[in-house]
């Protein structure tokens, strides 16, 4: 693990790519103390005399948005939707995703073939249409678009864990533990698992640019978090008709959703390549 | 190859047979009441009982199954509950322009990602090879309806070299075109980065550096034409990644495809539409994967036999 580490800090766009998802998730974090203003907040000088949103200036950084809210204020709000939902998601499905992975590997038989097979089924299913349908079926809010997201998103995970799985069942110090009489789930928990921690952590981050992608997605088609609550892909949704005159209310929400995808994949990248050198420079 | 084939084929049929029963389960198990839905407001409950008795829906699910899977045999997917026209006329008549759509997207997504891929890998591990796969993270990474509406803000608003959306001349599809095959071009020039590094490591190519081939006629001649069918077979895998773009890239450009159709049913919760979509798009997906996996045995005996 620390040969891994030493690896990964050599990695000058991964460890940049850190520093980036530390930053921004400390200003969600503290969020409420750095805002100037107050992100619902609709200033009656927020809007232009004809009543069109106002450019960045001095007074609202980044601008402000069609309801005359601090744009800036708005975006670290934001932040906080993005990264909670696509953190949430992810952890969730990354769960799915390897326990179906992992028991399919071990446990294999009709069990596993059942698994494997609902995988390739779910492969199959455009993950953003289904998403689309649940969403547009349940009511959304916060915790039901963490759980759509990651119901369509665990199937990656789940593959790359019954491959690894797969190829660690035929070690001997797995056959050691079956003979010694240890039951499936106590193998797959005390002696497989551990094992595939370093492909969970590589899952856990690159999964999180796509949960974070889906989010801002949904929310764009007005399916993700509703608003008044701030969220990236909604603050765009809601000026999509004055992004012409006001493109700042498309470029900012984006350039913020793009460095964070951005910065999850070169770190999720890198980690793979520090912890598997043998997948070096390969996909 | 003959049980290859048929092999794959069964597997596609039996993924396509478990993509219905999904749509099925999302179509009949909502809380929505689909009778209801197509009665509209102000149907007495004797409209509704007798559109419910028409559609089957007072049967067991078993049986509304096997209905609505015959029913899809006939290529009929229901009706729309909003605009009581059959989804799929609806769909077929909006097929085309995202057919159009998909094979300008693929242009794109050749010309940027099959280059920067090859070029890639002929750099690996080098600073050019560096900055090409951050790039290509770049545009995985890049929302894909914030890359169009800034696309249409440059170069339609501000520059007016292109319309600023709808369908008709050839200059309506450049944009959203460009949008999908940036985007995707990110997933495929890694891809195709990764396959030419294999086919760079094989030993004809040790063979043919140490005759003393120049290294671009290696790469240009001896690599890639024995990497490129496989490389553009990729194209069908990445169909997943144009079913859900579609979606997106036809909402900002007000193109007329099915991913407007489905675009415009999300904001009605016109379910039946959505499905057809999903359904369509399903297929396209493992139609794909299919010659894909055709393509990639026709070079690669050990795939049929592995």
């Given at each position: 693990?620390?040969?891994?580490?030493?690896?990964?800090?050599?990695?000058?766009?991964?460890?940049?790519?850190?520093?980036?998802?530390?930053?921004?998730?400390?200003?969600?974090?503290?969020?409420?103390?750095?805002v100037p203003y107050?992100?619902?907040?609709?200033?009656?000088?927020?809007?232009?005399?004809?009543?069109?949103?106002?450019?960045?200036?001095?007074?609202f950084w980044l601008?402000?948005?069609?309801?005359?809210?601090d744009l800036f204020s708005r975006l670290l709000?934001?932040?906080?939707?993005?990264?909670?939902?696509?953190?949430?998601?992810?952890?969730?499905?990354?769960?799915?995703?390897?326990?179906?992975?992992?028991?399919?590997?071990?446990?294999?038989?009709?069990?596993?073939?059942?698994?494997?097979?609902?995988?390739?089924?779910?492969?199959?299913?455009?993950?953003?249409?289904?998403?689309?349908?649940?969403?547009?079926?349940?009511?959304?809010?916060?915790?039901?678009?963490?759980?759509?997201?990651?119901?369509?998103?665990?199937?990656?995970?789940?593959?790359?864990?019954?491959?690894?799985?797969?190829?660690?069942?035929?070690?001997?110090?797995?056959?050691?533990?079956?003979?010694?009489?240890?039951?499936?789930?106590?193998?797959?928990?005390?002696?497989?698992?551990?094992?595939?921690?370093?492909?969970?952590?590589?899952?856990?981050?690159?999964?999180?640019?796509?949960?974070?992608?889906?989010?801002?997605?949904?929310?764009?088609?007005?399916?993700?978090?509703?608003?008044?609550?701030?969220?990236?892909?909604?603050?765009?949704?809601?000026?999509?008709?004055?992004?012409?005159?006001?493109?700042?209310?498309?470029?900012?929400?984006?350039?913020?959703?793009?460095?964070?995808?951005?910065?999850?994949?070169?770190?999720?990248?890198?980690?793979?390549?520090?912890?598997?050198?043998?997948?070096?420079?390969?996909? | 190859?003959?049980?290859?084939?048929?092999?794959?084929?069964?597997?596609?049929?039996?993924?396509?047979?478990?993509?219905?029963?999904?749509?099925?389960?999302?179509?009949?198990?909502?809380?929505?009441?689909?009778?209801?839905?197509?009665?509209?407001?102000?149907?007495?409950?004797?409209?509704?009982?007798?559109?419910?008795?028409?559609?089957?829906?007072?049967?067991?699910?078993?049986?509304?199954?096997?209905?609505?899977?015959?029913?899809?045999?006939?290529?009929?997917?229901?009706?729309?509950?909003?605009?009581?026209?059959?989804?799929?006329?609806?769909?077929?008549?909006?097929?085309?322009?995202?057919?159009?759509?998909?094979?300008?997207?693929?242009?794109?997504?050749?010309?940027?990602?099959?280059?920067?891929?090859?070029?890639?890998?002929?750099?690996?591990?080098?600073?050019?090879?560096?900055?090409?796969?951050?790039?290509?993270?770049?545009?995985?990474?890049?929302?894909?309806?914030?890359?169009?509406?800034?696309?249409?803000?440059?170069?339609?608003?501000?520059?007016?070299?292109?319309?600023?959306?709808?369908?008709?001349?050839?200059?309506?599809?450049?944009?959203?075109?460009?949008?999908?095959?940036?985007?995707?071009?990110?997933?495929?020039?890694?891809?195709?980065?990764?396959?030419?590094?294999?086919?760079?490591?094989?030993?004809?190519?040790?063979?043919?550096?140490?005759?003393?081939?120049?290294?671009?006629?290696?790469?240009?001649?001896?690599?890639?034409?024995?990497?490129?069918?496989?490389?553009?077979?990729?194209?069908?895998?990445?169909?997943?990644?144009?079913?859900?773009?579609?979606?997106?890239?036809?909402?900002?450009?007000?193109?007329?495809?099915?991913?407007?159709?489905?675009?415009?049913?999300?904001?009605?919760?016109?379910?039946?539409?959505?499905?057809?979509?999903?359904?369509?798009?399903?297929?396209?997906?493992?139609?794909?994967?299919?010659?894909?996996?055709?393509?990639?045995?026709?070079?690669?005996?050990?795939?049929?036999?592995?």
């Open positions: 693990m620390s040969e891994a580490w030493r690896r990964f800090k050599k990695d000058k766009v991964a460890v940049a790519g850190a520093m980036v998802i530390a930053a921004i998730s400390m200003a969600a974090a503290f969020a409420p103390f750095i107050d992100p619902y907040m609709q200033f009656f000088e927020g809007l232009t005399l004809q009543g069109a949103p106002r450019p960045p200036d001095g007074e601008g402000t948005d069609t309801l005359g809210r709000y934001g932040a906080r939707t993005s990264l909670i939902i696509g953190i949430a998601a992810n952890a969730a499905a990354v769960c799915i995703g390897t326990a179906f992975g992992a028991t399919a590997g071990y446990v294999g038989g009709w069990v596993g073939i059942a698994i494997m097979r609902f995988t390739d089924l779910m492969m199959a299913f455009p993950a953003l249409l289904l998403a689309i349908a649940l969403a547009a079926i349940l009511k959304p809010s916060l915790w039901i678009v963490v759980m759509v997201i990651a119901l369509v998103n665990w199937v990656q995970t789940s593959r790359v864990m019954y491959t690894q799985t797969r190829s660690l069942v035929e070690r001997d110090f797995i056959e050691a533990a079956r003979a010694l009489g240890a039951a499936w789930p106590r193998i797959l928990l005390v002696h497989i698992l551990p094992h595939l921690v370093p492909h969970i952590l590589v899952w856990a981050t690159l999964g999180i640019s796509v949960t974070v992608l889906l989010e801002a997605t949904l929310s764009f088609l007005g399916i993700g978090v509703q608003p008044p609550t701030a969220s990236w892909g909604g603050i765009i949704n809601e000026s999509q008709s004055y992004f012409l005159t006001a493109p700042w209310l498309v470029f900012f929400p984006g350039v913020s959703i793009l460095v964070v995808a951005l910065a999850f994949n070169v770190v999720g990248d890198g980690l793979r390549d520090a912890l598997d050198p043998t997948q070096r420079g390969r996909e | 190859m003959f049980r290859f084939l048929a092999g794959r084929l069964f597997q596609s049929a039996f993924i396509l047979l478990g993509v219905t029963i999904i749509t099925f389960g999302l179509l009949y198990l909502i809380p929505v009441d689909p009778a209801r839905m197509i009665a509209g407001r102000s149907a007495t409950p004797q409209t509704v009982e007798s559109i419910r008795h028409q559609l089957g829906l007072d049967r067991s699910i078993p049986v509304q199954y096997a209905r609505y899977l015959g029913n899809l045999m006939q290529g009929d997917m229901g009706r729309s509950y909003v605009q009581k026209a059959r989804v799929s006329e609806l769909i077929a008549s909006r097929l085309p322009a995202t057919l159009q759509l998909m094979a300008a997207a693929i242009f794109f997504e050749l010309l940027i990602g099959l280059p920067a891929g090859i070029f890639a890998a002929t750099r690996r591990n080098r600073p050019s090879d560096k900055a090409v796969m951050v790039f290509s993270f770049v545009g995985v990474s890049a929302p894909q309806f914030v890359v169009g509406l800034l696309l249409i803000y440059v170069f339609a608003y501000q520059l007016e070299l292109f319309p600023l959306g709808g369908y008709g001349t050839i200059w309506h599809v450049v944009l959203p075109a460009l949008t999908l095959g940036v985007t995707i071009a990110g997933w495929y020039s890694r891809m195709s980065r990764s396959s030419m590094v294999d086919v760079l490591r094989q030993d004809y190519i040790r063979t043919a550096r140490a005759k003393g081939v120049t290294e671009s006629r290696v790469v240009l001649v001896h690599g890639l034409r024995n990497a490129i069918l496989p490389i553009v077979a990729m194209i069908g895998i990445d169909i997943g990644l144009y079913a859900q773009g579609i979606v997106v890239v036809e909402a900002v450009f007000g193109w007329p495809g099915i991913g407007q159709l489905a675009w415009l049913a999300i904001q009605r919760i016109d379910i039946p539409i959505i499905m057809g979509v999903t359904l369509v798009a399903a297929v396209g997906i493992v139609i794909g994967n299919l010659l894909a996996d055709i393509a990639t045995s026709l070079i690669d005996p050990r795939v049929r036999h592995g």
